[in-house]
């Protein structure tokens, strides 16, 4: 069975700090993708990023990194340079790649609040 | 605006009340998911659709749920005899299918119900 763990329920820094924002994953698939996605206050969940298995390099998007190791089975994810607007939930998750449901297993969530 | 598409947003209803949801997925996106988010949690996989087809269900969904998706364009989620324990955020997810690679899921803002 697939499972994603993210330890870290709520985390609190200053705007302008860097945070990372950690997932484990488990996984018996050989072939699989992780995701980010951002929750807003108002509940709809925002695609950030993907990654497939066969993939680890690491992959920046302005503010946004993400650090894949497949040796831990972590893929984390940075912000640099906090804004007030990165505040909101953040799940971590998991696909088996099949070609059929390709159904996804979200983590717990981080809950990142930037304060001004 | 052509994304998916719930309704309603919010339903608020008594304990033992029936209660049905809606979701209409992106057009020609033959593959439709629901979820549910309790609070504190990240959405939990409930069942899959390709087509007019569910093709799997999980165990979360009892016997007083039921999806249906009558002619593989809208979905319709009824919940039977509801429970306080139902409470919670309904998601609706949609992609399309192609040969290769992962079909990228497309969230609707999802319906949050309340069982008083």
């Known amino acids: 069975a697939q499972k994603v763990t993210q330890a870290q329920t709520e985390i609190s820094v200053v705007e302008k700090e860097d945070v990372t924002l950690d997932c484990v994953y488990e996984t018996r698939d050989t072939t699989y993708y992780l995701f980010w996605y951002k929750q807003p206050p108002s509940g709809e969940l925002v695609f950030l990023i993907r990654?497939?298995?066969?993939?680890?390099q690491n992959e920046i998007s302005g503010r946004y990194s993400w650090n894949f190791q497949k040796s831990t089975s972590s893929f984390n994810f940075t912000i640099t340079a906090s804004q007030v607007v990165d505040s909101a939930v953040y799940f971590c998750a998991l696909s088996e790649a099949n070609f059929g449901n390709e159904k996804l297993t979200f983590g717990t969530g981080t809950r990142l609040t930037i304060i001004p | 605006d052509t994304g998916v598409s719930q309704d309603p947003r919010h339903k608020i209803t008594k304990r033992g009340q029936n209660v049905t949801f809606r979701c209409d997925p992106i057009s020609e996106h033959n593959r439709l998911y629901w979820y549910r988010q309790t609070l504190g949690q990240g959405p939990e996989f409930l069942t899959y659709?390709?087509?007019?087809?569910?093709?799997?269900k999980s165990r979360l969904l009892s016997d007083r749920f039921s999806a249906e998706r009558p002619k593989g364009s809208f979905s319709t989620l009824e919940i039977q005899r509801t429970e306080q324990g139902d409470s919670a955020m309904y998601l609706c997810a949609s992609s399309p299918t192609r040969l290769a690679g992962y079909n990228e899921q497309f969230f609707g803002p999802g319906t949050r119900l309340t069982v008083l």
């Open positions: 659709f390709q087509n007019e087809a569910q093709l799997e």
């Open positions: 990654r497939n298995s066969f993939d680890e």
